[in-house]
């Protein structure tokens, strides 16, 4: 009952509006407070003035001002230490009003969550989960037995390939000897072996040592010369 009366229906609406109007009320009067301590140091600084001016000439009336001084100041430490109290007393219920609102808020989210989860339990959702496994294994076993299972009909002879294979090749051969009048030369020439490159090599060899010696006759000349 008391949850039903704080949370919900008009009851828990007048309830939580409460804090807020309890702040308001309480803000109102510091800011009456506040005025008041402003106007009471006002009156100090009024009545010091007064007793300095008349300090020398007139000890009574500086007297008298420093009485009305000191009930000023009196008076002023009782209005600070009521503003203290209320700048306290509001700290503590806005901190109350925001634990009550998170409590709500905390309150709602579990609701919420409950409703999600419903009968869910850790058995159901490991059911669920090995079901899934089950048909994904079953899916991977239909699609292997698809793609690798037999072709219907008979079976291919791959002899028969071979010799249609070497048919269709003989009657391409036949067709170019048709088309050209000759014989193609890679279907008509055996191999031959490659031809040995050692004179190439050789003249390589000789072509440095010929200049070489040229190299040198230049030289001989020029020595000779001088």
Request: hydrophobic share 35%; net charge negative.
């Amino acid at each position: 009952m008391w949850g039903a009366s704080w949370f919900g229906g008009s009851g828990g609406q007048k309830r939580k509006d409460a804090p807020k109007k309890a702040i308001l009320d309480l803000r109102q009067q510091l800011d009456m407070l506040q005025k008041r301590e402003k106007h009471l140091e006002n009156q100090m600084q009024q009545q010091d003035d007064i007793a300095r001016k008349f300090v020398s000439t007139n000890k009574t009336a500086a007297r008298t001002a420093l009485k009305r001084k000191k009930a000023h100041e009196h008076s002023l430490e009782q209005t600070s230490a009521q503003i203290s109290m209320l700048e306290n007393q509001i700290y503590s219920i806005e901190s109350a009003n925001i634990n009550q609102e998170t409590l709500i808020a905390m309150k709602n989210a579990a609701a919420a969550m409950k409703s999600i989860h419903g009968k869910m339990t850790m058995d159901t959702v490991d059911q669920t989960m090995e079901d899934i496994r089950e048909q994904h294994a079953l899916a991977e076993e239909i699609s292997g037995a698809i793609t690798s299972g037999p072709i219907a009909g008979e079976p291919i002879d791959e002899e028969e390939l071979d010799a249609e294979l070497q048919e269709l090749e003989q009657q391409n051969l036949e067709d170019k000897m048709l088309n050209t009048g000759t014989v193609p030369v890679h279907d008509s020439l055996p191999n031959l072996p490659a031809r040995p490159n050692s004179a190439l090599h050789s003249k390589s060899r000789i072509q440095p040592d010929e200049e070489d010696e040229e190299a040198e006759l230049e030289k001989l000349k020029a020595e000779m010369a001088i």
